[in-house]
Each structure stands twice: as C-alpha cells, then as structure tokens.
C-alpha cells in the first residue's frame, strides 16, 4: 500500500519532500462497507507544522 500518494506536499510552507508520517491510523468499519478509512497526521520536516490526510481504500 502506497500511503505517500498524494501527501508529499506541505500545506503551510510549500515544501514538496515528503512528510513524516507520525500517527497511521485505520478506522474500524462494518463488513457492509467494501472500503477502509485511514487517518494520517503528518508532520513536514522542514517547518514542522502538522498535516492531518483521510483517505479511503477499497477492500480487496
Ligand atoms: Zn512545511
């Protein structure tokens, strides 16, 4: 699983290396839903501000 995709880019001081992943947490779902729910926060390297990503995947 790719969890870099899409998070690479900071929203505060625009840097564009990738940003440390402090906490990957998936979320919980019941069998009914064909997909999980993860929540990231994330932390750039560069001005150390904090970033917080959802994203869904599919099950498969
Ligand atoms: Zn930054």
Do not use: P, Q
Request: aromatic fraction near 14%.
């Amino acid at each position: 699983m790719d969890t870099n995709k899409g998070y690479n880019e900071c929203g505060y001081c625009g840097n564009k290396t990738k940003l440390d992943i402090v906490i990957f947490h998936k979320i919980e779902t019941r069998d009914e839903f064909d997909s999980d729910t993860y929540w990231l926060i994330l932390e750039c390297s560069v001005c150390k501000n904090i970033s917080f990503a959802k994203f869904t995947l599919e099950r498969t």
